[in-house]
């Protein structure tokens, strides 16, 4: 032990991290040069243990049960708590654990890494009750029908004159599907299919986009705000992911049918070449999920699938036509059920299924936060042109 304490500070704390969350706990107690280290909040010893313990027990796995309580003990720095409250399960924070006493200040940065920046609004009194408020309603409605709490769930309409539209629909009756098929027909794309892409997935929440891929025979029908937002100027894939160009199956007199041969070229957003790291900025608040830690550049693993290919054979040559319609949906254990016969994350597997019919409101200050980049000719809300 004298030889274990007599190393830097530093490496101390390093070979700490490696514990588990119990283990660490009684170390923390075996003298006082191993208590002020664990107790030193530029040194965190914590962080390691207490991440490990929330991502590698996502799901329908149980936390460590020392984690229930760690709020008692003052050796943990209360830093650990923004991390612990961000990324925990909702029905842990509410019913199991013991909360921290945290400043307001915290609070804040907990609701804002968590949830939406729209659902701020309904911040009546502190940032605390704010933010168990919104985590008990999210855990209620994404295991319930119930919509007593918000009737309308409001939704963003990307159009293909570069404007967007703020729509709300009944919560009760809410159906993106059939919601999605209407815009269709009134803008007749009715024969082609819907195509379904995951934009970016949260704690709590993940945002969906639907739309329409076809091989326009003109460029007046693409909609480049919806590439755009899938696809942000100037990034690509990573190097280390194959990039496959899947071409769906296309019907002999569907408009998929014709070569995309356009009669004038599409408008360049950027005429000159972006570096992509000073113009983007890892996502912060609200705080992505592992499977999109990197958002919004793309993440390894599988499960960021906004790049289906690469340039131009990017989803097999087809272009986004059409308004594209992006909505919120809550997330419960049986979400990421992935269907038997369908692609994991794309297309019909993100709506149809257990755990994927309850949806939140989607607003402005939402769609600004996840692509900053995207530039709207006019924001409308409701329906219409904004005239």
């Known amino acids: ?18 514990l588990d969350v119990a283990s660490l ?38 936390y460590e049960p020392q984690l229930r309580h760690l709020s008692v003990r003052h050796t943990v720095p209360r830093q650990n708590w923004v991390d612990i409250l961000t990324l925990a399960k909702a029905e842990y924070v509410l019913f199991e654990m013991t909360l921290p006493n945290l400043k307001e200040t915290e609070w804040e940065e907990c609701f804002r890494k ?4 729209g659902w701020a609004k309904w911040k009546t009194s502190t940032w605390k009750a704010a933010f168990l408020k919104i985590l008990h309603r999210v855990w209620h409605r994404s295991h319930s029908a119930c919509t007593a709490d918000e009737s309308w769930t409001k939704y963003i309409l990307l159009n293909r004159n570069g404007s967007a539209n703020l729509l709300e629909a009944s919560s009760r009756n809410y159906n993106p599907m059939t919601t999605f098929h209407e815009i269709k ?41 919806a590439r755009i937002l899938l696809h942000p100027p100037g990034m690509t894939k990573g190097d280390d992911e194959v990039a496959s160009a899947q071409a769906g199956h296309v019907s002999e007199g569907s408009e998929e049918s014709f070569s995309p041969v356009l009669e004038t070229p599409l408008p360049a957003r950027a005429v000159h070449p972006i570096n992509v790291k000073d113009t983007y900025r890892l996502l912060t608040q609200p705080l992505p999920s592992p499977c999109h830690s990197n958002y919004p550049f793309y ?31 809550l997330l419960n254990p049986q979400t990421k059920q992935h269907l038997d016969d369908g692609v994991p994350n794309e297309d019909l597997d993100l709506v149809i299924g257990p755990g994927r019919g309850q949806y939140a409101s989607l607003s402005w200050p939402d769609l600004t936060a996840i692509a900053p980049w995207v530039e709207l000719t006019a924001k409308i809300n409701g329906q219409g042109l904004g005239h």
């Open 25 to 62: 706990i009684i170390v923390s107690y075996l003298s006082r040069r191993l208590r002020a280290i664990a107790s030193d909040s530029s040194l965190n010893p914590w962080r390691r243990p207490i991440l490990r313990t929330i991502c590698n027990s996502d799901g329908d796995g149980d």
């Open 114 to 117: 968590r949830f939406l920046p």
């Open 1 to 18: 032990m004298s030889a274990f304490e007599s190393l830097p500070v530093e490496l101390v704390a390093d070979i700490l991290g490696e």
């Open 299 to 329: 993440t390894p693993g599988g499960e960021d699938k906004r790049w289906l290919g690469n340039e131009e054979v990017e989803e097999g040559g087809r272009q986004w036509v059409g308004p594209m319609m992006l909505t919120a949906q």
């Open 185 to 225: 027909l009134q803008n007749n794309l009715a024969h082609l299919p819907t195509h379904i892409r995951l934009v970016i997935e949260f704690r709590d929440v993940r945002i969906i986009a639907l739309g329409v891929l076809s091989k326009p025979r003109s460029s007046f029908s693409v909609n480049q705000n």
